[in-house]
């Protein structure tokens, strides 16, 4: 975990810096590959079981040259990650943790690597069973990448006060020296009410045109975003030793 948060200090936004994990990649595409059941993956190799959430998450974030999921959903990175993200997998990983946690960790692997309706339903269903802080970010970033404005508009309300608010704040203030003049004007909508703006990126993600600079940038905010969220659904499991 340190690696990764070490790896995504503000002053590395808008240069590519590469998130990393612990664990070889090698290890989670041999699973994908061969179709190998990732809990006995976890056991043959004695592998922590956050710290392969996190492995996976840094493939999803770091795919498509760096950028991580488009601003709209697409096609998934590759079907045969699906086996390795359900969240009947992570119920069976994370045994001993509660339903919504799992839940809440699959739906945010499923929504980085592009399984759009199975992270939506699992953001439903932990909503569903009282969880209603990380589940409605997952939910909220389900229909900004829909594009169902309206809707995402209406979860983050729901959440009224983000997880990753500050942090992303912060590290697009760190990067806006860095950029030309337009650009810090485009990202400093984002940030001008003192706090990161979700309905202003829900806007400014609808409005991007592919292959422009604003998509650029969005999606280098998206991409912590996800890492941010991602976070804070794993460190919410850390507090057992069985998952540490």
Not at 34 to 59: E, G, M, S, W
Not at 109 to 131: C, P, R, V
Request: with cysteine.
């Amino acid at each position: 975990m340190e690696r990764l948060i070490r790896s995504v200090e503000t002053s590395r936004f808008s240069i590519n810096g590469q998130l990393t994990s612990d664990i070889s990649t090698n290890l989670m595409l041999e699973a994908m590959v061969q179709d190998l059941p990732l809990i006995d993956q976890i056991r043959n190799h004695k592998l922590v079981p956050l710290d392969v959430a996190l492995c996976l998450a840094v493939i999803g974030l770091e795919s498509h040259e760096g950028l991580g999921p488009t601003l709209r959903t697409s096609q998934p990175l590759d079907p045969r990650w699906r086996p390795l993200l359900l969240p009947e997998i992570w119920s069976e990983i994370l045994e001993d943790c509660h339903e919504t946690d799992s839940l809440n960790l699959s739906s945010a692997l499923l929504q980085i690597f592009d399984f759009w309706e199975e992270s939506h339903s699992a953001a439903q269903l932990s909503d569903d069973k009282g969880e209603r802080l990380v589940s409605a970010h997952w939910h909220a970033i389900c229909h900004r990448r829909e594009p169902d404005p309206g809707n995402a508009n209406y979860w983050w309300a729901r959440v009224r006060k983000s997880l990753f608010s500050d942090a992303l704040r912060e590290i697009i203030t760190a990067s806006i020296p860095e950029l030309g003049q337009m650009d810090q004007k485009f990202l400093q909508r984002l940030i001008d009410g003192g706090s990161f703006d979700n309905k202003m990126m829900v806007s400014s993600a609808l409005a991007a045109r592919i292959g422009s600079t604003d998509e650029f940038l969005l999606r280098k905010v998206q991409k912590y975003e996800m890492l941010f969220m991602i976070s804070a659904s794993i460190e919410s499991l850390r507090g057992s030793d069985k998952f540490s």
